[in-house]
């Protein structure tokens, strides 16, 4: 997938107004660490995450998506009606029934010309969004897409917190595979992108390589997928040693295919953004790509792994953070569990970044 028709516009995000910290979380997990005699202090020692952010209990999905493509179109200056498409691309979703991106859709305003849908993928969904868009810019059936999405980890670590506490038959080892759920954070990301004809500047999606190794599809699962409205105790199933293993060696193979899509050397990619795991998987992913980590932004810390959001929010916080002045060359780097691997390239100058929730004024009070 090659591209010279597609243009990044805007970014937008929304984080959440309530934090938990890693050890915070593990005090709630006391009967489980006692019982197997676990040390404090091992979670974060393991992930790098110190803490990560959850929505208020009434929170719907479709409500921050809502919000982060607002930012996105506010900061862009975008006639509305120019979005022919919308994608709502989060594992999470406000109902079985219609389509997030149907509620998204309807409070944003956009035209009944829209075509609209939602994409789950683990923790690619919204990359697949852009992908899906581009392609569609690319061959001139819309002007300009919409990806958005919000992850809702709050159900999750709950449920996991006391299953922990409450299944005697969990044993050191066995405890293992629900590290990767203690990880989980939340937060909203959207993405717009336009045609070069109609946008204002100049930010290039130059290319896209993508990989699968289904082979792999048990190694973090979920349970089944059931219609329950109310009380959802969802749980996951993770062998994370495994799976960051084998993700990193398919995301090595659609490395290469990256490289070649874009004639790019690895000394001409200024940025990158990986998607946000943990200390031990960034490591072990750029020096198996041989990326510089000095080159490479991360929000894991703070924000936890925040599924499909993840990379687009990383992508904008470190732009506002450190505005990007000259044309670069960044490398946007997905791995999620199937196993899939997305890698988007792109030529950034400028890029416009909405939000109603500042990461800078969240890390000021978290210092």
Not at 58 to 72: F, M, R, V, Y
Not at 136 to 154: C, K
Not at 268 to 293: F, T, W
Request: net charge negative.
């Amino acid at each position: 997938m090659q591209y010279t028709n597609v243009n990044l516009e805007a970014l937008g995000y929304t984080l959440p107004p309530n934090s938990i910290s890693t050890s915070e979380l593990e005090a709630e997990l006391a009967p489980v660490y006692e019982r197997l005699s676990l040390p404090e202090g091992r979670l974060e020692l393991m992930t790098g995450i110190s803490a990560r952010r959850y929505w208020d209990s009434d929170t719907l999905p479709g409500d921050k998506s809502i919000e982060s493509g607002n930012a996105a179109i506010q900061a862009s200056g975008i006639d509305r009606n120019k979005i022919g498409m919308l994608i709502h691309g989060s594992v999470c979703r406000d109902h079985l029934e219609p389509a997030t991106a149907a509620r998204v859709h309807h409070d944003l305003g956009l035209s009944t010309a829209c075509h609209i849908y939602d994409v789950s993928n683990a923790c690619l969904g919204q990359l697949n969004g852009i992908i899906q868009a581009a392609n569609a810019i690319e061959l001139g059936q819309t002007q300009a897409a919409l990806i958005v999405g919000t992850e809702d980890s709050r159900h999750l670590m709950h449920s996991t917190i006391n299953h922990l506490n409450t299944d005697l038959s969990i044993t050191r080892s066995s405890i293992k595979n629900t590290i990767a759920s203690l990880t989980i954070g939340s937060a909203s990301s959207a993405i717009l992108l336009t045609h070069r004809s109609i946008s204002t500047n100049e930010n290039p999606i130059v290319a896209a390589a993508a990989q699968s190794d289904t082979q792999h599809h048990k190694l973090c699962h979920s349970g089944r997928d059931e219609a329950v409205s109310d009380g959802m105790q969802p749980l996951m199933n993770t062998d994370s040693e495994t799976l960051m293993h084998e993700g990193i060696q398919t995301g090595v193979r659609t490395f290469e295919q990256f490289l070649n899509r874009t004639g790019w050397r690895r000394d001409e990619i200024s940025r990158s953004y990986c998607h946000q795991v943990g200390s031990a998987h960034r490591k072990l992913m750029l020096n198996s790509l041989d990326l510089p980590l000095d080159s490479d932004f991360t929000t894991f810390q703070w924000l936890g792994n925040t599924g499909s959001a993840a990379l687009p929010v990383t992508l904008a916080i470190g732009i506002e953070q450190h505005p990007i002045c000259d044309a670069e060359n960044i490398a946007l780097l997905g791995i999620g569990s199937g196993i899939n691997c997305l890698m988007i390239a792109a030529q950034l100058s400028s890029v416009p970044v909405g939000t109603n929730t500042p990461a800078a004024d969240i890390l000021s009070h978290m210092s």
